[in-house]
């Protein structure tokens, strides 16, 4: 057996509806593939504090935390490898939020693109959770003193400025919290279906697939997806398709998805009519749809099964709050000392 690596791994994912593909190329599907590689341990949990900063109903919450969970088991997370938690069994992590936040220059978190982000999207609910959201996200990296963060693109500033929080802390108050750093898949941005210059992200309607979606959803979430006008008689104006890298933006984004759930024959078959000038972009969305479907076929069924049976979530996040909650309380009481509480 591999040697029990001393290196932390750990990741968070916020309860707001059902995981897209862009949560599993960037994120998911890496917690997936490093449970098995890394010899370390590994926390990933339902970020639900982080969650109350967008606008949400409490009723639905309860539902959202349980769902996210048998989400991630139906993808793959094994709890017997990784400590699946809910992070408000630790209120700890908010305390650490509070004394990081007495480090944490106001002038770093004004560059937070995505603050700017959610702001520009919720108007009439920019709350200080929401600017302060990075330093929570930042003490739930350091509790545990994770020195590596599996998570998409999107958070890589996140992931920065935990660096800074634990460089600041330890320069004031002694060596105390590694530097983070993230871990990036090869897919770590995909993109909107419906304007591929943006994220495809929870919070845009019609940008997203989610991997619970039925086979007849997906298609036609795909077939609504921007592409260009493409070839055809007539349109001999059209820049030549010789070149896979004058992709437009929406065709990329449907290849690159391609690519991770079709087979090497579909992906050459496609490039060569693209290349070509024949292609029928239809035919390339329903068979991105068809490999989509298939290849989360079992993912829809376990998922189902999870939560006729939400007890099973239930007892996994009691067990993973168990373990982290020691963790948290030996940091908390290491913080405390060093800053000068008691
Ligand atoms: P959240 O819930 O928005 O997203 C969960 C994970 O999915 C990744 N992701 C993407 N990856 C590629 N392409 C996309 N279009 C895409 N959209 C989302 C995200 O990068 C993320 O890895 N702030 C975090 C939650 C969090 C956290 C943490 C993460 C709270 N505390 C501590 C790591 C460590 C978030 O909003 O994730």
Redesign the pocket.
């Known amino acids: 057996m591999a040697e029990k690596s001393k290196i932390i791994l750990?990741?968070?994912?916020?309860p707001?509806g059902p995981l897209?593909l862009?949560?599993y190329?960037?994120?998911?599907r890496n917690f997936v593939r490093l449970q098995d590689e890394f010899a370390g341990r590994f926390f990933v949990?339902v970020?639900d504090y982080?969650s109350l900063t967008e606008n949400y109903d409490p009723k639905e919450k309860q539902n959202q935390i349980l769902m996210l969970g048998a989400e991630l088991l139906a993808a793959g997370l094994d709890p017997k490898k990784v400590t699946l938690y809910v992070?408000s069994d630790i209120p700890e992590v908010t305390e650490l939020c509070w004394v990081f936040n007495t480090v944490t220059p106001i002038s770093f978190l004004e560059r937070m693109t995505?603050f700017k982000d959610k702001a520009s999207r919720q108007k009439e609910n920019i709350n200080m959770g929401l600017f302060d959201?990075p330093v929570?996200?930042a003490a739930?990296?350091l509790l545990p003193k994770a020195a590596a963060?599996?998570?998409?693109?999107?958070?890589v500033q996140?992931?920065e400025l935990t660096r800074d929080i634990a460089r600041f802390f330890n320069r004031k108050f002694g060596e105390t919290f590694p530097e983070s750093k993230p871990v990036l898949t090869a897919?770590?941005?995909?993109?909107?279906l419906s304007e591929p210059e943006k994220?495809?992200?929870?919070s845009i309607p019609g940008s997203f697939i989610s991997l619970s979606d039925s086979p007849e959803e997906i298609k036609q979430a795909l077939r609504r997806a921007v592409t260009d006008t493409g070839p055809g008689p007539g349109r001999s104006d059209l820049p030549r398709r010789s070149d896979l890298q004058a992709m437009s933006p929406g065709v990329a984004n449907l290849f690159g998805l391609l690519r991770e759930f079709g087979t090497p024959e579909d992906v050459g078959a496609m490039e060569r009519a693209y290349r070509g000038g024949t292609i029928k972009y239809v035919e390339l969305k329903d068979l991105l749809a068809a490999r989509i479907a298939e290849y989360f076929s079992e993912f829809r069924k376990k998922r189902a099964q999870l939560l006729k049976n939400p007890s099973a979530v239930k007892k996994i996040f009691a067990a993973g709050g168990k373990k982290i909650r020691a963790i948290a309380s030996k940091t908390m009481r290491e913080v405390r000392q060093k800053v000068g509480l008691r």
């Not at 190329?25 to 998911?28: E, F, S, T």
């Not at 897919?187 to 909107?192: G, I, Q």
């Not at 994220?199 to 929870?202: A, G, I, L, V």
């Open positions: 750990l990741s968070g994912l916020q707001t897209h862009g949560n190329l960037g994120a998911v949990f970020a982080h992070q995505q959201y929570l996200q739930d990296i963060v599996p998570v998409g693109e999107d958070q996140h992931v897919t770590p941005r995909v993109m909107s994220k495809m992200s929870k």
